[in-house]
């Protein structure tokens, strides 16, 4: 698992500020998993870009939307190929306003081929 080892390159709250910005209120940066807890807890860094998933109003868990690290800059990873167009606002608001260390994004997901294809005629 990739993790920010430099804490002092990112601007944290700012990342948090944005995310909350661009992706709503209720997803955070701020998750690391625990290998002892076998769950999220909260983390001082952004680690996972995450949005809680709820039955009845009762959050039960975290869909993990991305990862941000820094093994070779600061990045965002997308995993979740719905969230691409917010991601893409969220780099670019970030490094316009921080001035330490630019954030590039890395969409790692994989297109589906049946979307790719033509339909059979």
Do not use: C
């Not at 700012?14 to 998993?33: D, I, M, N, Q, Y």
């Not at 939307?65 to 965002?76: A, Q, T, V």
């Amino acid at each position: 698992m990739a993790e920010i080892r430099n804490a002092g390159r990112a601007n944290a709250a700012l990342v948090e500020s944005l995310v909350k910005k661009h992706f709503g209120p209720e997803v955070t940066s701020r998750l690391a998993w625990s290998i002892t807890k076998g769950r999220y807890r909260p983390s001082d860094q952004p680690r996972r870009l995450a949005a809680p998933q709820r039955l009845f109003g009762i959050r039960l868990w975290w869909r993990t939307i991305g990862e941000f690290s820094d093994n070779l800059g600061f990045r965002l990873e997308l995993w979740q190929p719905e969230y691409l167009r917010q991601a893409e606002a969220l780099v670019a608001d970030y490094n316009l306003r921080a001035s330490e260390t630019k954030l590039e994004l890395y969409p790692v997901f994989t297109p589906h081929r049946a979307a790719a294809r033509p339909p059979a005629a």
